[in-house]
Structures are given as C-alpha cells and as structure tokens.
C-alpha cells in the first residue's frame, strides 16, 4: 500500500505566510480546508470540520465511524520532468494495529488488522479519487513509505493500489 502521495495543486497559498501559522512556511491550511469540503461529499467517509496545525504542515482526521486516521499535508518540492516545482506531500497515517495481549487475543488482533487495512484502502481510494477529478491537482505520485524515506521517488505510481 501506497501511503505517501506528491502532487502539483493550482490556486493554494504556497507564498503568504498567515498569522495563525506556527512557523512561517506552514502552508496548507487552505489545502487541508478543502479536502475536508470534498470528504464531506462521501456518505461512509467523514472528516473533523477544522484540521490541526502541527510545526511542519497540517493534520485532517479522517474517519469510517469505527477507525480514524489522519492526512498529514505540507508543502513539498515535487521532482518533475519539466525540474522541481512547488507542490505537496500528503501522507496517509492509519489507526495504529493491534497487539495480541492477554485480553485482546491473536484472532481478534488478526481481525482488528485485517478491518484496519480494509479501512484505509478505503479512505485512500476516496482520497486518490478527489485528487485525481479536481482540475486544480496534476502530477499525482503515490509512493511507499520504505523507498519514500530513504529518498527514493522515482519508484511511483499514479494510484495507491
């Protein structure tokens, strides 16, 4: 599973820094604004009405009714083939996995696990698909946490999945 995306956006604030910014390149206030208006079009999917500013970009929490996990969103230099460009990253953080432990046993961990991952396939496939059908965002890239962390971008795709 994909769970870091890049991606080019017209018409966000990537160059004025607000007052209620932590830090002054805390872009995507904006950005995080409305992907909450677009999750709101889905009847399964929720999101909390207000994201949450963080030192290096924005949170929006995003829920089925039984897990929530979060978007984190900031502003990014995407790699392209016309150079770099001023652009996003959002990563996909999924409720955490269960531990079997003497109360919550193998099984019901297995199971817990397996609604987690079922889940933010879910989330991700929405999330992808307000991506993907705004005219606003191009150069959609989904990369795997691993090869996104150790600096390796050029191993992409243009869906989670």
Same mark, same amino acid.
Not at 114 to 124: D, M, Y
Not at 144 to 152: I, S, V, Y
């Given at each position: 599973?994909?769970?870091?995306?890049?991606?080019?956006?017209?018409?966000?604030?990537?160059?004025?820094?607000?007052?209620?910014?932590?830090?002054?390149?805390?872009?995507?206030?904006?950005?995080?604004?409305?992907?909450?208006?677009?999750? %709101?079009?889905?009847? !399964?999917? =929720?999101?909390?009405?207000?994201?949450?500013?963080?030192?290096?970009?924005? *949170?929006? +929490?995003?829920?089925?009714?039984?897990?929530?996990?979060?978007?984190?969103?900031?502003?990014?230099?995407?790699?392209?083939?016309?150079?770099?460009?001023?652009?996003?990253?959002?990563?996909?953080?999924?409720?955490?996995?269960?531990?079997?432990?003497?109360?919550?046993? %193998?099984?019901?961990? !297995?199971? =817990?696990?397996?609604?987690?991952?079922?889940?933010?396939?879910?989330?991700? *496939?929405? +999330?992808?698909?307000?991506?993907?059908?705004?005219?606003?965002?191009?150069?959609?890239?989904?990369?795997?946490?691993?090869?996104?962390?150790?600096?390796?971008?050029?191993?992409?795709?243009?869906?989670?999945?």
């Amino acid at each position: 599973m994909k769970n870091h995306v890049t991606f080019l956006a017209d018409g966000f604030n990537q160059t004025e820094p607000k007052p209620n910014f932590i830090n002054d390149g805390n872009f995507g206030e904006d950005l995080a604004h409305w992907l909450i208006a677009e999750f %709101k079009k889905f009847e !399964d999917i =929720s999101a909390d009405p207000e994201p949450l500013q963080e030192d290096w970009g924005w *949170l929006v +929490f995003v829920s089925t009714g039984q897990f929530t996990g979060n978007i984190g969103l900031g502003f990014y230099v995407v790699g392209t083939s016309q150079g770099d460009q001023d652009g996003w990253l959002c990563v996909w953080d999924p409720p955490k996995k269960k531990k079997p432990f003497l109360l919550f046993r %193998k099984t019901k961990a !297995d199971q =817990s696990n397996h609604q987690i991952e079922e889940i933010s396939k879910k989330i991700l *496939l929405r +999330f992808h698909d307000i991506l993907s059908e705004s005219p606003r965002i191009s150069q959609i890239r989904w990369h795997d946490e691993t090869d996104f962390m150790q600096g390796n971008e050029d191993n992409w795709s243009a869906k989670p999945f």
